[in-house]
């Protein structure tokens, strides 16, 4: 492809000298993949070099979002890049003779163009063509020649050769002489190409016609305009001098091997003269053509001829040295004579690879995709062959891989391999090392530091997975009762915790009305008293939520137990009295030995280890007389009454439980004794039928009775006719009064009554003793014990509503029924 210079230089900036310039931009694909422009130098600023964007296929709207940008090799700024159209254009002037000092054919500018989403590298190559912006010089522009007049025609003189920093056609092109007619020019061309121009004697000299000859040389370039420059030559013609030294060869090829130490010796030339005198003394020198940085590496001795190396022979900055040295005598008209010496330079491996890395990564978020690539690795080496090859590798195993992007120059993408977790390595030290094949090797690392950012991928974590926190009863509001703290390894606001109570009811009250937690830190604190007899325990959650985004958050089952203290005293419940009053009893005189006196029961509302009651008399009028169960509460005769014991007892019971510090209830029993025919009740004795029967107990007894078998009666009647599915039973004959009593003495006897059940028993047994009725009926959860009770005598044959009030009622509340007991 090729462009008109008119594309690059605006109308009113171009010069007559540029009118016949253009500029060839080449774009072709390479093995290497290597893009290739060219241009010329001195180019003005903003001159556009091409459209890389349709070059390289790629669409000039989208560059700025993928990030593209350009790498160039040089100290310099010299192109940029429009993002907005694609086009790559001048920056700065570029002057090809100061790229390129050393005057290669070919003077390239290599850059990159790096397109960060998705990675991709082009690799451009900058071909900068020469003008004719420099003319020839000379090195010295004063040459002095002393000329035998005995010189034969034919007989060469080496000249100074001019310099051109340009190239191709714009360097030197060719050498004219003034006009003369004892001399001429020849030019050569030596292996670099560089022309130059010995002085050719055409005419035998004369010292009596002409003792001296000036001349002007003059080197003309081949650029358009033609530049030139000049250099005076003063031919002196000398006395004759007839025979010149002679070298042994007239080429010497020499094998050094680079970085040979200074001093080392390389070749002794020797040239010999038939002259005698001082005309038969040599003296060594490098001619005109030996470059001066041939010079600075190697030494020359004038008296003997031997070179020794002076300076850093560097296979990679020259592999090959030309050195032109001339032997010249002595005489009063030296001869001298000229040789060649070729020295060819083995390479060494003493190039440490170099490694460069770019586009680099630092930070990035621990959740980064397995693939994304971290940095852009290049790696080279200045030797040669196995030398020059150089691997990559990173030094120890890491969650990382390379991964080959091009060959010439050599990159390598470091690539996550697989996923990072901050938790587990907050930072990557990436060491990153090139070795060459050299033997031994040589080897540099670099390394690339790596810190990950923080994301919210972990969830808060509990110690424990369920909490059991016991608290003890009659504890004071706003008491702390544990600290429930969790744990979050993200860092910052992914690992701020706050605390809830996860709502639940329980009975209507809401968890967030019994407890409460400090969202900062945890703590849980009660905000009411609780007491064991009404609240045992309780079960909720309580979560832990992170202030990340999105939040992550755990939970914890939490079990609160209520813990009894020994706040309830017992109470005594038979045999029952009014508060603070002492307790009747009549009983025969003529009682029999163990026979039951009475019975004591005790109810205690805390736990079982306080609810424990054990009974002890107090204060006993005979302890002789009467014994007492500590556990069941049974008052025993020990034996049957004499004629001197009292005919009133009176018996003082205490009631204790097993808290710490214990507490107790007592109840007093007056005893009487009465001279009857009637039989003590006894757990072994039965009492006629015929004794008393129309006594009041016993009628009471009977029309209560025959009062609840009746209304019994109908309600199982309506309820037959109104389900139709049950069966008719029959009507059961009514308890006497002898089968009534001996069940009553025969339970009392055999049974310990410590239950709830025996209670309501013995409520009887006291109560009907009395001639009253017990009704147990079922109250809502939560109720106490209610006995009412009306004096002995009342009627029980009124079915009204009066007669109703005159029923003493005892309630009693279990966890799974409740009973309806009615004793006439």
């Not at 091997?257 to 010999?272: C, D, H, I, R, Y």
């Not at 914890?556 to 508060?579: E, F, G, L």
């Not at 072994?684 to 009062?707: A, H, K, Q, R, W």
């Amino acid at each position: 492809m090729a462009f008109e210079s008119g594309s690059f230089f605006p109308a009113d900036e171009r010069m007559n000298a540029w009118a016949t310039v253009f500029v060839l931009c080449a774009v072709w694909p390479s093995a290497l993949s290597v893009t290739r422009y060219s241009i010329a130098e001195e180019m003005e600023r903003g001159s556009v070099v091409a459209n890389l964007a349709a070059d390289l296929g790629l669409e000039p709207g989208g560059l700025a979002q993928r990030e593209v940008k350009l790498d160039i090799f040089t100290n310099k700024k010299y192109l940029d890049f429009n993002k907005k159209t694609g086009e790559l254009f001048i920056v700065e002037k570029m002057d090809r003779e100061y790229l390129c000092p050393a005057k290669p054919t070919s003077c390239f500018l290599k850059l990159d163009v790096v397109i960060e989403s998705p990675l991709r590298i082009f690799n451009i190559e900058l071909g900068i063509t020469d003008i004719n912006d420099n003319a020839p010089h000379f090195r010295r522009d004063r040459v002095e020649l002393d000329v035998s007049e005995s010189a034969a025609p034919g007989e060469r003189f080496s000249l100074p050769n001019a310099v051109d920093p340009d190239v191709g056609i714009n360097t030197i092109k060719t050498y004219k002489l003034s006009v003369s007619e004892h001399f001429t020019i020849e030019i050569q061309t030596g292996s670099d190409g560089t022309q130059y121009v010995d002085l050719v004697l055409t005419k035998s000299l004369d010292r009596e016609e002409s003792a001296a000859h000036q001349l002007i040389l003059t080197a003309v370039d081949g650029g358009v305009p033609v530049r030139s420059g000049t250099a005076s030559i003063i031919v002196r013609v000398q006395d004759t001098n007839d025979n010149p030294p002679r070298f042994d060869k007239q080429t010497y090829t020499i094998n050094m091997t680079e970085n040979s130490p200074v001093g080392t010796s390389v070749v002794k030339l020797n040239a010999t003269d038939l002259d005698e005198g001082v005309n038969s003394e040599v003296v060594y020198s490098f001619t005109l053509y030996t470059s001066e940085k041939t010079q600075d590496v190697f030494a020359l001795n004038p008296n003997t001829g031997e070179i020794t190396v002076k300076g850093t022979i560097d296979y990679e900055d020259m592999t090959l040295y030309e050195m032109h040295i001339e032997a010249r005598d002595k005489g009063t008209h030296p001869l001298l004579e000229q040789c060649k010496v070729v020295v060819h330079v083995t390479d060494m491996n003493d190039n440490y690879p170099d490694i460069t890395i770019q586009s680099v990564k630092n930070t990035v978020g621990e959740d980064i995709p397995v693939g994304s690539v971290i940095a852009l690795v290049g790696i080279s080496d200045r030797d040669s062959g196995d030398n020059g090859k150089v691997s990559l590798s990173i030094h120890q195993p890491m969650p990382f891989i390379l991964n080959r992007s091009s060959e010439s120059p050599m990159y390598y993408n470091l690539i996550v391999s697989e996923p990072l977790d901050r938790e587990i390595q907050p930072e990557y030290d990436i060491t990153l090392i090139v070795t060459d094949s050299g033997n031994p090797p040589l080897s540099v690392n670099e390394t690339v530091t790596l810190h990950l950012l923080d994301v919210n991928d972990n969830v808060p974590q509990f110690p424990q997975s369920f909490y059991t926190i016991r608290v003890m009863e009659n504890n004071a509001p706003g008491a702390l009762l544990s600290s429930l703290t969790a744990f979050d390894p993200d860092l910052h606001e992914n690992q701020y915790l706050v605390y809830f109570i996860l709502e639940r009811e329980i009975a209507n009250t809401s968890m967030s009305m019994l407890f409460s937690i400090n969202p900062e830190n945890g703590n849980l604190y009660a905000l009411k008293t609780f007491d064991y007899e009404i609240e045992k325990e309780f079960h909720f959650h309580i979560e832990a939520r992170d202030s990340g985004s999105p939040p992550l958050s755990s939970n914890v089952s939490v079990h609160i137990i209520i813990v009894d203290q020994n706040d309830n005293a017992p109470v005594i419940v038979s045999p029952w009295r009014a508060h603070g009053s002492v307790v009747e009893e009549k009983i025969p005189r003529s009682t029999d030995k163990g026979s039951l006196v009475a019975k004591v029961i005790a109810l205690d509302t805390d736990s079982v280890h306080n609810s424990r009651i054990t009974y002890q008399f107090l204060q006993v009028t005979d302890a002789t007389l009467f014994s007492l169960d500590q556990y069941n509460g049974e008052i025993r005769t020990m034996r049957m009454f004499s004629y001197r014991d009292p005919r009133h007892q009176r018996l003082v019971v205490v009631a204790k439980d097993n808290g710490e510090p214990a507490l107790s209830a007592t109840v007093t029993i007056k005893l009487s004794t009465v001279e009857t025919a009637v039989k003590a009740y006894s757990d072994m004795t039965e009492v006629p039928l015929e004794y008393d029967i129309f006594s009041d107990l016993n009628l009471y007894l009977v029309i209560g009775l025959g009062s609840v078998s009746f209304l019994l009666l109908i309600t199982i009647l309506v309820t037959i006719v109104l389900k139709c599915q049950k069966p008719k039973p029959s009507k059961a004959a009514p308890p006497c009064r002898n089968s009534v009593i001996s069940e009553r003495n025969s339970t009392i006897a055999d049974s310990t009554l410590v239950s709830n059940d025996a209670y309501w028993y013995s409520l009887f047994l006291a109560e009907t003793r009395k001639g009253k009725m017990v009704v147990r009926q079922p109250v809502p959860k939560g109720s106490r014990y209610i006995v009412s009770s009306l004096p002995r005598g009342t009627g029980l044959t009124d079915t009204s509503g009066s007669a109703a009030s005159t029923l003493q009622v005892g309630i009693k509340n279990t966890h799974h029924n409740s009973h309806v007991a009615l004793f006439c």
